[in-house]
């Protein structure tokens, strides 16, 4: 869920429920005329105009909506007018960001609560998307001991930092009140998730507004400015479960700007908001990012196992609610990405990961089938058990011998081959100029030479695993080997792959000669002894770009 904002070169502002970017744009009015609510005939006005191209006028009628959400003291609208008029301030004011600073900080100078926690939230962002736009300049820029309150260019790296983390917390006062109000609220300048509802995971303005603040403090793209006595994630009572890590007594350095300490306060408030709530949904989604969070940025060698216990002992004690499979889902993740680590003959460690987050995913389905982390589990199950491919040999081969390929492969009990001769001047170009799913239908078209299958091992943990295998004997000539995981090779349904070979008694070797010219060596591949009474014709090959091909020329005859 986010604010219906705008996005313009200099300020993007987004209010959001998911971590998912989605379009920001003005409500929908009701379809019918006689509907329509003094707001919502003003706003399609505006909405004409922005189309249009007149911003100037645009802005005169949200200028109307200002006075009237004003007059009438309505929250949303008046805050909507707010973000409305930056926006189409931008469109044509000149030095726009310092001018935005100073209206939004005369709008919350005048405002009341809660107006005046969400324009600090906006203001926040401001400065934080300034510095993205602009962090060339503050990277290189030293400490200043002169400069203008109320003039963002004469800051330097340490002033912008401070005044972030300084105006998202400022947002976050008051939290009594914050939490007391619904987000439905706000209904008016939030765009919801397709399906989802606003009010399971983000209930109250305060959850909405700490969310905005998490963005910033979880996030590395932001002003860094370490103080001496620096917070660090280095316990493990940080992977605590809600109940016991709200009741800590935690120290945080008072001078501190380590955004990691601002992200647990935040956490922990959202923890005890939630601690006692029927619905465990939001309660859920906090300790998962905590957590996730804590093990991103933790100073400890068993983080991975820690983060591992407190995810299961958090599925465990919500198993009974649908959120749960988002628990589940967030282990298996984990385990696929632990897998990753796993190396082929120096240690069993990880091999097994990818099959037990399989069966993580398997529990969140079968528990909750419809449910959300069931939905990404069984992606993620898909994304594991998919087969995998690919074939390679030598270029050449001798003529009516068994030969060796290496088969690279995944989830596969079983591939079967084809050998199909070919043109290898044509391939050539075939290979250069066809797409992949054409060049597969031109080889399946080809009479068959030689097919067979063979089984492979598999010992079920959903690994890639490398092995060699014969290859049949064919006749000197240029051929195409195919393997498939199906035995109809079917293009569309099968996962196919090939490698071209040559079957030949020749060989050769070059090197270059005193003169500077180049002598070829032509050897018999099998004994390696130079082979008597050939003769050899060289080409020089060169791409014609007017017909976009290949064009090879004749250079010489030798024996």
Same mark, same amino acid.
């Given at each position: 869920?986010?604010?219906?904002?705008?996005?313009?070169?200099?300020?993007?502002? #987004?209010?959001?429920?998911?971590?998912?970017?989605?379009?920001?744009?003005?409500?929908?009015? /009701?379809?019918?005329?006689?509907?329509?609510?003094?707001?919502?005939?003003?706003?399609?006005?505006?909405?004409?105009?922005?189309?249009?191209?007149?911003?100037?006028?645009?802005?005169?009628?949200?200028?109307?909506?200002?006075?009237?959400?004003?007059?009438?003291?309505?929250?949303?609208?008046?805050?909507?007018?707010?973000?409305?008029?930056?926006?189409?301030?931008?469109?044509?004011?000149?030095?726009?960001?310092?001018?935005?600073?100073?209206?939004?900080?005369?709008?919350?100078?005048?405002?009341?609560?809660?107006?005046?926690?969400?324009?600090?939230?906006?203001?926040?962002? &401001?400065?934080?998307?300034?510095?993205?736009?602009?962090?060339?300049?503050?990277?290189?820029?030293?400490?200043?001991?002169?400069?203008?309150?109320?003039?963002?260019?004469?800051?330097?790296?340490?002033?912008?930092? @401070?005044?972030?983390?300084?105006?998202?917390?400022?947002?976050?006062?008051?939290?009594?009140?914050?939490?007391?109000?619904?987000?439905?609220?706000?209904?008016?300048?939030?765009?919801?998730?397709?399906?989802?509802?606003?009010?399971?995971?983000?209930?109250?303005?305060?959850?909405?507004?700490?969310?905005? #603040?998490?963005?910033?403090?979880?996030?590395?793209?932001?002003?860094?400015?370490?103080?001496?006595?620096?917070?660090?994630?280095?316990?493990?009572?940080?992977?605590?479960?809600?109940?016991?890590?709200?009741?800590?007594?935690?120290?945080?350095?008072?001078?501190?700007?380590?955004?990691?300490?601002?992200?647990?306060?935040? =956490?922990?408030?959202? #923890?005890?908001?939630?601690?006692?709530?029927?619905?465990?949904?939001?309660?859920?989604?906090?300790?998962?990012?905590?957590?996730?969070?804590?093990?991103?940025?933790?100073?400890?060698?068993?983080?991975?196992?820690?983060?591992?216990?407190?995810?299961?002992?958090?599925?465990?004690?919500?198993?009974?609610?649908?959120?749960?499979?988002?628990?589940?889902?967030?282990?298996?993740?984990?385990?696929?990405?632990?897998?990753?680590?796993?190396?082929?003959?120096?240690?069993?460690?990880?091999?097994?990961?990818?099959?037990?987050?399989?069966?993580?995913?398997?529990?969140?389905?079968?528990?909750? /089938?419809?449910?959300? @982390?069931?939905?990404?589990?069984?992606?993620?199950?898909?994304?594991?058990?998919?087969?995998?491919?690919?074939?390679?040999?030598?270029?050449? &081969?001798?003529?009516?011998?068994?030969?060796?390929?290496?088969?690279?492969?995944?989830?596969?009990?079983? &591939?079967?081959?084809?050998?199909?001769?070919?043109?290898?001047?044509?391939?050539?170009?075939?290979?250069? =100029?066809?797409?992949?799913?054409?060049?597969?239908?031109?080889?399946?078209?080809?009479?068959?030479?030689?097919?067979?299958?063979?089984?492979?091992?598999?010992?079920?943990?959903?690994?890639?695993?490398?092995?060699?295998?014969?290859?049949?004997?064919?006749?000197?000539?240029?051929?195409?080997?195919?393997?498939?995981?199906?035995?109809?090779?079917?293009?569309?349904?099968?996962?196919?792959?090939?490698?071209?070979?040559?079957?030949?008694?020749?060989?050769?070797?070059?090197?270059?000669?005193?003169? @500077?010219?180049?002598?070829?060596?032509?050897?018999?591949?099998?004994?390696?002894?130079?082979?008597?009474?050939?003769?050899?014709?060289?080409?020089?090959?060169?791409?014609?770009?007017?017909?976009?091909?290949?064009?090879?020329?004749?250079?010489?005859?030798?024996?």
């Amino acid at each position: 869920m986010k604010i219906k904002s705008f996005y313009f070169i200099i300020l993007a502002f #987004a209010l959001h429920f998911h971590a998912t970017p989605s379009p920001l744009s003005p409500p929908s009015p /009701p379809s019918h005329p006689l509907t329509l609510s003094p707001y919502n005939k003003l706003w399609l006005q505006v909405d004409s105009l922005s189309n249009l191209g007149l911003p100037k006028s645009a802005l005169e009628v949200v200028g109307k909506i200002y006075s009237l959400a004003k007059k009438e003291k309505n929250d949303p609208q008046f805050v909507k007018s707010i973000i409305y008029r930056l926006k189409l301030q931008a469109d044509f004011q000149e030095d726009f960001h310092t001018q935005a600073i100073l209206d939004l900080k005369k709008e919350i100078t005048y405002a009341g609560e809660p107006v005046k926690q969400i324009l600090q939230s906006i203001l926040a962002e &401001v400065y934080w998307k300034y510095y993205q736009n602009n962090r060339y300049r503050f990277n290189d820029r030293t400490r200043l001991l002169d400069y203008e309150e109320d003039s963002i260019q004469t800051w330097d790296l340490n002033r912008l930092s @401070g005044k972030i983390i300084k105006t998202y917390m400022i947002s976050l006062e008051n939290s009594d009140l914050l939490k007391s109000i619904p987000i439905h609220d706000f209904d008016i300048i939030i765009e919801k998730a397709e399906g989802k509802s606003p009010g399971s995971l983000r209930p109250t303005l305060y959850d909405f507004l700490a969310w905005r #603040a998490l963005d910033y403090f979880m996030s590395n793209d932001g002003p860094t400015n370490v103080s001496a006595d620096n917070f660090r994630i280095d316990k493990p009572l940080f992977f605590m479960q809600a109940e016991k890590f709200t009741s800590l007594q935690m120290i945080f350095p008072v001078d501190s700007t380590s955004l990691e300490s601002f992200a647990i306060r935040i =956490f922990r408030d959202l #923890a005890t908001s939630h601690l006692g709530d029927k619905d465990p949904g939001a309660l859920i989604d906090e300790e998962l990012k905590r957590f996730e969070f804590t093990w991103q940025k933790a100073a400890l060698e068993s983080k991975d196992s820690l983060y591992f216990d407190a995810l299961e002992k958090l599925e465990e004690t919500h198993r009974d609610s649908p959120y749960s499979t988002n628990i589940i889902y967030a282990i298996a993740r984990f385990l696929n990405d632990q897998g990753g680590k796993f190396k082929t003959g120096v240690s069993e460690q990880h091999k097994w990961d990818l099959k037990k987050a399989v069966e993580y995913c398997e529990k969140a389905i079968d528990r909750f /089938p419809e449910s959300d @982390g069931a939905i990404n589990c069984r992606s993620l199950k898909e994304q594991i058990k998919d087969p995998f491919l690919t074939i390679s040999l030598k270029e050449e &081969v001798i003529p009516d011998q068994v030969s060796l390929a290496s088969l690279a492969f995944k989830n596969l009990p079983i &591939v079967h081959f084809r050998i199909v001769r070919a043109d290898p001047e044509k391939d050539m170009e075939d290979r250069q =100029f066809l797409g992949q799913e054409a060049l597969m239908n031109y080889y399946l078209g080809l009479p068959v030479f030689r097919s067979w299958s063979q089984k492979l091992p598999d010992d079920g943990d959903y690994r890639q695993h490398v092995c060699e295998i014969p290859v049949l004997p064919v006749s000197e000539g240029f051929y195409i080997i195919l393997v498939s995981s199906g035995s109809d090779f079917a293009n569309k349904k099968d996962v196919i792959a090939f490698a071209p070979f040559f079957s030949t008694h020749i060989s050769y070797i070059s090197q270059r000669n005193e003169e @500077g010219e180049t002598d070829v060596y032509i050897l018999d591949r099998e004994s390696g002894k130079p082979m008597k009474n050939v003769s050899c014709e060289v080409f020089l090959k060169k791409y014609d770009f007017r017909t976009r091909k290949n064009i090879s020329t004749k250079t010489g005859d030798y024996l």
